[in-house]
């Protein structure tokens, strides 16, 4: 299988999982200006919407949306515990989460990447962002991980827009739980493997 993506970007997230499950992925670059790939593809004839992660399957199917794409490589070995079954409800818990972590903060990021983004309009994304991410400090004041005890796909996706902070001067100093956990998540071997990558 090809995983699609762009430095920097949403990739690192089913690629955490991937390597937590052991399931070999080629990583391919996709540059984000030309939308040209590593191998001289047109990025867009594999997705349409032209953005990564995308998951090109072996039979040359592909998959897009990155909570979608990591549920799917957590779900490939199943016995590395990092989604619950489908159809228990720890399994609606991790979709929610995952949904969470999508429209609350993934896309609450994207102004803050923009140069031209209005001070006020940053101003407005840092505050949403913090209001939101309380939410998750009161959850990993309780538990090391979003769901629990043990780490599952959420907790890659929450690690991956949270390493966004810093580089883009949005303080989280307040939200200890949060810190501790990104530390935490940061230290892992299937962490450190997909950052030495990317």
């Excluded at 200006?33 to 997705?47: H, P, S, V």
């Excluded at 489908?86 to 929610?96: I, K, V």
């Amino acid at each position: 299988m090809k995983l699609y993506y762009v430095s920097s970007g949403c990739y690192l997230s089913p690629y955490i999982v991937a390597q937590e499950a052991g399931i070999d992925l080629r990583l391919v670059r996709v540059d984000s200006q030309t939308k040209q790939t590593a191998e001289g593809r047109d990025f867009l004839a594999i997705n349409p919407k032209g953005y990564t992660p995308a998951l090109e399957l072996d039979d040359g199917q592909v998959l897009t949306e990155g909570p979608v794409v990591t549920q799917y490589l957590a779900d490939l070995k199943p016995a590395c515990g990092l989604a619950p079954p489908c159809g228990t409800l720890a399994r609606y818990r991790l979709q929610e989460m995952l949904g969470y972590i999508n429209s609350e903060l993934h896309k609450t990021y994207s102004p803050l990447f923009k140069p031209g983004t209005h001070p006020e309009t940053r101003k407005e994304r840092e505050a949403y962002l913090r209001r939101r991410y309380g939410l998750i400090e009161d959850q990993l004041s309780r538990t090391p991980y979003l769901l629990g005890e043990h780490f599952t796909a959420p907790d890659a996706y929450l690690f991956t827009v949270t390493s966004w902070a810093p580089r883009l001067k949005l303080d989280l100093s307040m939200f200890t739980n949060v810190l501790a956990f990104q530390e935490r998540v940061g230290q892992r071997a299937s962490v450190k493997a997909a950052l030495a990558v990317g």
